[in-house]
């Protein structure tokens, strides 16, 4: 593989609510309307959980962002998928033809696993998308794309730094882009993104998702130092490309500017 190939997809999804699902699956013959059948699953699962989390089994992909990483480690360009018209069908479509396209680059995603991923294969499942590929399932155990410990089809974050679900990463990908400087999350969460997406401010979501990829990113080549594939000061120098990236293309891109305005680098102990 050449050093400027594509070898990574860092991704990250936001996703709405299907009201019209939740309504005929959870609540047949009430013939409630999708916002009020949506309301009242929220209001469950605050009573139950303590949180309005909607499983993914009943979510549509509103934004996706994908940022092209290289065998070496770099930054070679992010996007938002079906911009700007965000429609579900064409997003889901256009992802899993990226990772096709590209030659089935390994995807990094930070929980993509217990949610991300759900979210696709479901919408896939949906809108009649075929996925042989993905879903190898006559392969060996270990080589199937799906399986839980191939590290090479898919780069799960929270795997990597939790021991497979042995230990706890609390505080979650914010933590860890904060440890080494990183904006994490600053004003917007997972959980408002539905009530973004019902006042109109989907442009506003998808510069949401697209700061969490950086935030993957930077959190992913971190642990290359500590897996040992690069050294800190090869991940430094592809940190402050990264920043001049980000720098030469926040003309015009309200997410890129709002990162930047909360970079922080990294401090070595020993300076």
């Known amino acids: 593989m050449s050093q400027s190939q594509v070898a990574y997809l860092v991704f990250d999804v936001e996703a709405i609510a299907d009201g019209d699902l939740i309504s005929r699956v959870r609540y047949p013959g009430e013939e409630l309307s999708p916002s009020a059948a949506l309301e009242k699953y929220q209001a469950e699962q605050i009573e139950a959980t303590g949180s309005n989390f909607i499983p993914a089994t009943f979510m549509l992909p509103i934004s996706v962002a994908v940022a092209k990483i290289t065998a070496d480690y770099r930054l070679q360009d992010l996007t938002v998928l079906d911009a700007p018209e965000y429609r579900p069908h064409l997003i889901t479509q256009k992802f899993w033809q990226g990772w096709s396209h590209y030659g089935k680059p390994t995807f990094v995603t ?14 896939a499942y949906r809108y009649g998308i075929s996925l042989p590929e993905w879903f190898n399932i006559e ?39 904060n440890l080494i400087g990183k904006p994490g999350k600053t004003g917007i969460d997972g959980s408002q993104v539905q009530s973004m997406y019902d006042e109109g401010k989907v442009k506003e979501i ?66």
Not at 113 to 122: F, Q, T
Not at 152 to 167: R, T
Not at 221 to 237: D, K, W, Y
């Open 206 to 271: 998808n510069d949401y998702c697209r700061c969490d990829v950086l935030d993957t990113y930077f959190v992913f080549l971190r642990s290359r130092v500590l897996t040992g594939h690069l050294s800190i000061e090869a991940e430094q120098e592809i940190v402050t490309e990264a920043y001049q990236y980000l720098e030469r293309e926040s003309e015009g891109n309200t997410a890129y500017q709002h990162y930047l305005e909360h970079w922080g680098d990294w401090e070595s102990p020993a300076e």
């Open 110 to 123: 930070f929980n993509g696993r217990g949610y991300d991923l759900p979210v696709l294969e479901l919408a």
């Open 139 to 177: 392969a060996r155990s270990f080589d199937q794309s799906r399986n839980r410990y191939n590290t090479s089809a898919h780069l799960d974050l929270m795997d990597l730094f939790s021991n497979f679900g042995a230990g706890r990463v609390t505080g979650g990908l914010n933590l860890l882009a």
